[in-house]
Structure formats: C-alpha cells, structure tokens
C-alpha cells in the first residue's frame, strides 16, 4: 500500500494552482481530491474541484467510480479538521449505529464525536491508499483551515465542464505562507489575486512594465532584464534580498517575471539562500517542489552557485548534476 502522509494547506494551495500553458487540473489523472465531510457541509462550501467522498448503507467509503486512482498524481482527502494520522474511534448513538445515509444532513442525527468527526479523512483514506501508487495526502487541519487561509478558493459548485476547468485561473504559487509568491506577468496585474493574497508590494523581474504600485514607489521593484542566459540577474541579488526583507514585515510579496518560470525563481532561490541560509541545492528544491516547471536558464543556474559561493564563501551544490 501506498501509506498515508499529512498535507500542509500551503501544500494543497500549489497543487491548485500549477500550471503549464492551462492550469494542470484540467488533466485527468493530475489531481483527485475528496471531500469526507458530511453532505450538508460539503453542499455548504468546499474546495474549488473537490468532490464528495460517499458511503455504502453499512458505513464504508466508496472509491469514485469515474476516479483511476492508480494513475492519479495526487489524492487528497480532508474532513473538518483533522491533523493526526492516528485513527479516532466512533461513539454509537441510542440506536448503536452510527447513519451512513447520504440523504441524512441533519447534525442531530451524527453519531460521530467531536474527535471522531475530525478522523473521517483517515478512515477514508485508509481505504483509498489500497488503490493507489502515491502516498494519500490528508489535509493537516481539514476545511477548516484550509479555508480560512485560502477562503477564495471556496465554492458551491459540484460539476465542474472541461472548459470551465481550462478557464480557472490559478494563482501565483506560495514559496513561504502569506509571505511570499511566486507569478507571471498576468497574475501581477490581476487586482483580484492582489486583494486575495494581500500582495503588499511587487519585485517585476521582466522588461514589461506593471503600474499597479507606481503610487508607491517603494512598494514596487524594477528588474529589467531579459531570459537570457547572458543577461546579468546576479548583481540584483543583494537588491533583490534587501527589498523582500525589507517589505516582508509589512505584508506580502509577490516576485514575478513574463512566465514566471525563470527570473522569478532565480530570484526567490537567491533570496532563500540569503535569508533561509540554504544551499542552492535545497533552495533549489523548495522553489522546485511549490512550482514544478520552474526552470532557471543556465546562466542563471551559474550565477546561484556564484551567489552560493559568496555566502557560504565554499562552492557546495554540484550544479553539473542534470536535475540542474
């Protein structure tokens, strides 16, 4: 079996908002996501594409028929508020059953205990693990936390059509909770993903303009240069390092360029060296796994273990290996 592993909301934020020429949730076997909370709740509010987990007459989770599990990339299941992998046990009602019936949404009718409410996701997904090839992700804190961070990828719609999919926009990704982001041009300019996220000030590493802070112009910086693997991104470093450091405190951060794919992560892994003291291989890797396409130039790639170099005054990322 596959196992089951704890799934941080700003884990499950990235999952939702990858993205290659359209936003990965409109492939197939990318991303399974599985709501084991009552129905009244789930009909509620739930999470952007998540679909309900349901229950056979004697209690026990069905595995969605239209779901390949083996093939998914992901599977992830939250209940309430789960944040333990331990099982909890079920307090019987006056009748000694507990109610499996989909059409039963009223809470009075729950045999389900505080805590026990809180395990349905590990219940779940101990019958999901059996058919999958990845670990079952559980969401550490459930809906309720999820969704107090991220309440703007809450919904009420339960069918999602493949053109409504190919038309979500996804949002920058998140490098360090309601701290830092990582984007495309567009994304920048979106006044909505600003408000949401609580963009506070920018850091545009492109040669188009964005005037969305040209009020406050110690709010926005301007790096222009090109995706090249002879532009020069090294020397802005320092710039770069101060401004974050310097704005973090006050709010959040976005740092973008055309795709957001290239100078965008050079700069976000030369910033995690500098403030995080980590190698280039461990910067690296982070950025990597909050946005898996991203792809420094070669150039750049020289210029991080430069930058490496200087702060640790020794070369320690082998930057010759191919995952580089």
Request: glycine share 4%.
């Amino acid at each position: 079996m596959a196992g089951l592993v704890l799934c941080e909301p700003t884990e499950l934020y990235n999952i939702l908002n990858q993205s290659m020429n359209l936003t990965r949730l409109t492939e197939p076997n990318y991303l399974c996501l599985l709501d084991a909370r009552r129905k009244h709740e789930y009909n509620e509010s739930h999470v952007i594409t998540a679909r309900r987990v349901k229950q056979s007459p004697k209690g026990e989770y069905l595995v969605p028929e239209s779901a390949e599990l083996e093939c998914v990339k992901y599977c992830v299941v939250y209940d309430g508020k789960t944040s333990f992998l331990e099982d909890y046990n079920y307090e019987e009602d006056e009748e000694g059953t507990e109610s499996a019936d989909d059409s039963s949404t009223d809470e009075s009718s729950s045999s389900c205990s505080k805590n026990a409410e809180a395990g349905t996701a590990v219940q779940c997904a101990r019958v999901l693990e059996q058919f999958t090839r990845h670990p079952v992700r559980i969401l550490k804190g459930g809906y309720e936390r999820f969704s107090a961070c991220y309440h703007f990828l809450r919904t009420q719609k339960i069918f999602w059509m493949p053109q409504e999919l190919e038309d979500f926009q996804p949002y920058p990704v998140e490098i360090l909770p309601a701290k830092l982001y990582m984007g495309n041009l567009r994304q920048a300019c979106d006044r909505q993903i600003q408000k949401d996220l609580k963009i506070k000030a920018q850091i545009n590493i492109s040669e188009d303009t964005v005037t969305l802070f040209t009020e406050e112009n110690e709010k926005s910086l301007h790096i222009s240069v090109p995706d090249s693997p002879d532009a020069d991104l090294f020397s802005f470093f320092p710039n770069i390092c101060h401004f974050i450091d310097a704005q973090i405190t006050h709010g959040a951060v976005l740092v973008f360029s055309g795709l957001g794919i290239s100078r965008s992560s050079t700069a976000v892994i030369a910033f995690l060296m500098h403030s995080s003291f980590f190698p280039l291989k461990r910067a690296w890797n982070h950025v990597l796994q909050c946005k898996t396409n991203m792809r420094p130039n070669r150039g750049f790639v020289q210029q991080l273990s430069d930058w490496e170099s200087k702060l640790f005054r020794t070369m320690i990322t082998d930057t010759s290996e191919p995952n580089y």
